[in-house]
RNA sequence: GAGGGCGUAGCUCAGUAGGUUAGAGCGACAGUUUGUGGCACUGUAGGCCGUGGGUUCGAGACCCAUCGUUCUCCCCA
């Protein structure tokens, strides 16, 4: 037998991991529910025909398929014969294979929308928090199974709802601890500087490219730009643009003279504007950073988008969303406009480890340990044990009659600061000796005074 | 999908130019110490050197393949 393994990109997570994973989440989901957001959680498993198209050519490739039960059946044998054949061309075929995991949680709910709107109250305002996979090759901060945690509102125009988002973004990190900054865009805006390019159907060569600007700089991207026939003038005005550079304030400003009179441009501004002079009244605006070359891959972003990333720290974006005016369509199910934003967990939790930012008490553990010190001693043991767990204290014995040594030595690397001690004497008096383990200090405490003991 | 690094004890790693019985530290276990831990000392257990093939008188080391892992690119949280 092989030595037992796990799936390339997966994790186990021990008690301490567990323990400051919670912490993260318990922390986003509080300020989620703060801010008027209600839990929904959706099958792991979609229906292929859900997910396929919707993360375009690359995310299609990265999402995991489950392969059909049945496929032994001889009586479907032509028609799995022909599935398969598909799908070894590169196509999918529900013969093969009719359901994949979720890729993420904004398809899988604006599927529930498009399912459910007819009941929803509109604003509707949902959290998730749930692992989604992708087939990706794992690398630093990049892992096949990961958790995200999304807050979305759909059904409201308001651009109140990004200023609402982007505040619960930095009330969440504040809570953590962690230091951020909001890069923040508008899709009109290069939408804008599409039509000035030369054409709305550039926009997707467009932030693709701008997109890699900080990873393989400027030449590489004018040369990108070339291949996809921007001539010298776009290229040019591109250039202007990634350029742009001061205060929030400095960069809009500029901006606007670049773009002109375009009405995306315009729109695109006006929108940045009113969000950021919101945020000034907050006191927010100090983590809100003009990005414009901030493009985010997903192209059914429309409005604003932001991207979230630690300071000081070497990862990429531990959080990241946007307004899609349209989603729902794509499940038959229109003018339903929504915007969004998700938590990179995973990330999250690692940034923060290397940045030994988590508070010592997220460490639970047992309170106190009873030593045994044999069947009778411990039955008393175990009657006192169970008065301090009903004041949800938390307890255990140590299982076997052991020498002390073990019993201490367990104790001391499980980090429970207290043992107690209930040997015949102590039955005799009734009472119980507690030990301190990190200062020594031992007492002896009557059962009576037991449960009242201040641990 | 493309390209690099690394696989030796439970863990972290040595292993010199290919040479006889593969080492250390930590950890585990036992004892010194059968009602007082952390420290110290002594001892014990634990290795198909990832797997398969090849080169060689001889391979942990060199070559090929394969699997695993990790990092980078693409893309992304």
Request: aromatic residues 10%; proline residues 3%; hydrophobic residues 35%.
């Amino acid at each position: 037998m092989s030595k037992p393994s796990i799936p390339q990109g997966t994790r186990d997570f021990n008690a301490s991991t567990v323990q400051k994973r919670q912490f993260i989440f318990q922390t986003i989901r509080s300020v989620f529910e703060t801010y008027g957001f209600q839990p929904l959680e959706t099958p792991a498993m979609e229906n292929l025909e859900t997910l396929m198209g919707k993360y375009g050519e690359e995310g299609d490739k990265l999402i995991f398929k489950i392969l059909n039960n049945g496929l032994d059946n001889p009586q479907k044998k032509a028609q799995i014969d022909e599935g398969l054949d598909k799908v070894l061309a590169g196509k999918n075929s529900t013969a093969i294979t009719e359901r994949a995991l979720r890729y993420d949680l904004t398809i899988p709910f604006a599927r529930y929308v498009a399912m459910n709107h007819g009941q929803l109250t509109f604003p509707f305002k949902r959290y998730q928090i749930q692992p989604v996979w992708r087939a990706d090759r794992p690398q630093k901060g990049r892992y096949r199974e990961f958790y995200q945690c999304d807050a979305d509102v759909v059904g409201s125009d308001s651009l109140l709802n990004e200023v609402d988002l982007i505040a619960v973004y930095v009330k969440a990190f504040e809570q953590l601890n962690l230091p951020v900054e909001i890069k923040i865009n508008n899709r009109k805006i290069l939408m804008g500087l599409a039509q000035v390019c030369g054409g709305e159907e550039k926009l997707i060569d467009l932030t693709i490219a701008i997109d890699k600007l900080d990873k393989i700089g400027w030449e590489k991207v004018k040369e990108e730009l070339n291949n996809k026939d921007f001539n010298v003038a776009q290229q040019d005005l591109v250039e202007r643009y990634l350029n742009i550079s001061g205060t929030n304030a400095e960069k809009i400003n500029a901006l606007a003279n670049l773009l002109g009179d375009n009405e995306n441009g315009k729109k695109g501004i006006e929108e940045l504007n009113y969000v950021l002079d919101y945020h000034i009244s907050t006191g927010m605006n100090q983590y809100l950073v003009a990005d414009f070359t901030l493009a985010r891959g997903l192209n059914y972003y429309t409005g604003l988008i932001f991207e979230v990333k630690a300071i000081d720290a070497q990862m990429g974006s531990i959080g990241g969303g946007g307004r899609y005016n349209d989603l729902t369509s794509l499940f038959g199910v229109a003018n339903i406009p929504g915007v969004g934003i998700s938590f990179g967990v995973d990330r999250i939790y690692d940034v923060m480890e290397e940045k030994n930012l988590f508070p010592t008490s997220v460490d639970h553990t047992t309170q106190v340990l009873f030593f045994n010190l044999g069947e009778a001693e411990a039955k008393v043991a175990y009657g006192q044990m169970m008065e301090l767990r009903a004041k949800k204290i938390a307890c255990e014995m140590y299982p076997e009659k052991s020498k002390f040594d073990k019993q201490f030595k367990y104790a001391e690397k499980k980090g429970i600061p207290y043992i107690a001690i209930i040997g015949t004497e102590e039955v005799s008096k009734k009472e119980c000796t507690i030990k301190n383990l990190s200062s020594g200090t031992q007492t002896n405490i009557s059962f009576s005074d037991l449960a009242g003991f201040q641990f």
